[in-house]
């Protein structure tokens, strides 16, 4: 059971605009969500982070959205630029038990 | 600078010897730390939870007396592979909770078992 899904496993966006990378969770308990950018071989860089109780956090060009009541996050990124191709992966756990469930990534390319 | 550090980002055994791999908090104490496991092309999958002074949790599938796991200290955990087999090759990370709701990654481990 996938309780965290990504389902565009790929996505290209022109340098400058606006990157959108969607995620959908099934399970209501979770109450703290991460995004991570992963390049291979590397281990994950953690990006933003979002508790159940807000709607919005911004960190610079990352912006994360939430809306509980469609069980669905997505994180902004403007304006894009190259460095930002990697894969992205959405997070969440529990609070208390922080064992992170993770979505299977979204490829990113940001095309000059 | 980084939170979570890993050792060796690299390893090459021979099939049948072990290899430990080593996570280590920086400027922080971790109580918990997590072991992943990536597969090519695929999303990071939970190995254990490993708690400081207890044993660790292990997921379901994951075999205990295969990957040993000790949380030595308050900043730093150990992944034994034990017996090691080539289709143990793959890529390894650790995490740690800090400040409580964020959780840093090591940079990960790539073994190779020939």
């Known amino acids: 059971d996938q309780q965290v899904k990504q389902n565009s496993p790929s996505l290209s966006v022109q340098e400058g605009r606006i990157s959108i990378l969607n995620c959908d969770y099934t399970?209501?308990?979770?109450?703290?969500f991460l995004w991570y950018k992963k390049y291979p071989a590397e281990g994950p860089t953690f990006l933003i982070s979002i508790s159940s109780i807000k709607d919005k956090n911004e960190d610079g060009r990352f912006t994360v959205f939430l809306n509980k009541s469609a069980k669905h996050l997505s994180l902004h990124i403007v304006p894009s630029q190259p460095g930002d191709s990697a894969v992205y992966f959405c997070?969440?756990?529990?609070?208390?038990?922080?064992?992170?469930?993770f979505g299977q990534g979204t490829r990113l390319t940001i095309n000059p | 600078g980084a939170v979570v550090s890993q050792h060796p980002s690299r390893v090459i055994c021979k099939s049948g010897t072990s290899v430990k791999i080593e996570c280590r908090s920086l400027?922080?104490?971790?109580?918990?730390m997590f072991w992943y496991r990536q597969f090519p092309k695929q999303s990071l999958m939970l190995m254990a939870t490993s708690n400081e002074g207890s044993k660790a949790t292990y997921e379901q599938g994951v075999e205990k007396d295969k990957f040993l796991i000790n949380h030595a200290s308050l900043t730093l955990s150990t992944l034994t592979v034990t017996s090691a087999h080539p289709e143990d090759s793959s890529f390894y990370i650790c995490?740690?909770?800090?400040?409580?709701?964020?959780?840093?990654f090591g940079e990960g481990s790539w073994l190779t078992v020939v």
């Open positions: 995490s740690a909770p800090r400040q409580g709701n964020t959780i840093y």
């Open positions: 997070a969440a756990f529990i609070q208390g038990a922080q064992k992170l469930v």
């Open positions: 400027d922080f104490q971790a109580t918990t």
């Open positions: 399970n209501s308990m979770f109450d703290y």
